[in-house]
């Protein structure tokens, strides 16, 4: 998190923005604070709450070196802080850095279109997949694909020529139901 040195420089940092951003620097110049009275004392009860503000955290909870450059150590995040440590595998991830993979890719030519588009699926893993069609407003207009395709590659051809010329959103759900993609569509 940038601090290196341990916890209490970071609250330290965040307690000095909070004095500033409340006026405890003016009134260190010899400006008055926001709750003084003329003629009473200009050490007002806002400022000294102010300053005594704390934030709980008054000692490091990472030692010091006792060599130069006298830093902390920084966290390992293997601590209890750091939660638990992942050792399995899931065949449902993909690559290196632990992505998911979608059950479902889709893409739509042409876009714009007058009286036809198609749809191409890249399909990971075979399940029953529904492109519903959505105006801007998010009414349902139509459901222009549903059923069950295997792992592979699927081209579906829509007829448009009934549907009103704007734009629309169509949406890709999986056979859970679960919204997969979302794309929109131009038509002229």
Known sequence: DGFPNGRRLEDDVTRIELQAVSGVVLAAIGLWYDDFNVGGNPVTTKLLNVLSYTTGVEANDVAFSATFPYVAEPHRGTSACGGPVFTGTNDGFLGPIGLSQKAVMMKNYPNPFTTETTFEFQVNRGTNITVRIYDVQGKFVTTAYSGFQPEGEFKYTWNTASLMSGLYIANLYDGNG?????????KP
């Open 178 to 186: 679960n919204l997969l993609q979302s794309g929109k569509l131009v």
